[in-house]
């Protein structure tokens, strides 16, 4: 079973940095793409970022470039979101989630198969 991981959630200032990572496990890790949401109470579910396996670089929302990265370790099987410059409107719960066409750069969350369980990122002003 495909089994995703979110962790490296918290509180921080606006201005300030958090790392998220996503261990994954029980897939074959280069047979997938995997994205980055966030969902905020009261909002959809929206793609933060998306890392194809054809990818040179990956995906980026316009509200995030510049200010988040993702990565991966294909070794270790994660995938890393370093946020930088966080806003208040950044608060959210971050998900990861895997999508099963290893080359899709797909927004839509309902391309994604598998979703870890979030984690919580809250920016205080």
């Known amino acids: 079973d495909v089994q995703l991981q979110a962790s490296g959630g918290g509180l921080v200032q606006a201005g300030g940095s958090l790392r998220l990572s996503c261990a994954a496990s029980g897939f074959a890790f280069d047979d997938y793409a995997i994205g980055w949401f966030r969902q905020a109470p009261g909002k959809e579910r929206e793609v933060i970022s998306c890392?194809?396996?054809?990818?040179?670089?990956?995906y980026y929302r316009d509200s995030v470039k510049g200010r988040f990265t993702v990565s991966s370790d294909n070794v270790k099987k994660e995938v890393y979101l370093q946020m930088s410059s966080l806003k208040p409107e950044d608060a959210a719960v971050y998900y990861c989630a895997t999508n099963s066409h290893p080359y899709s750069r797909s927004s839509t969350p309902s391309d994604y198969d598998s979703w870890g369980q979030g984690t919580q990122v809250t920016v205080s002003s």
């Open positions: 890392i194809s396996r054809g990818d040179v670089s990956a």
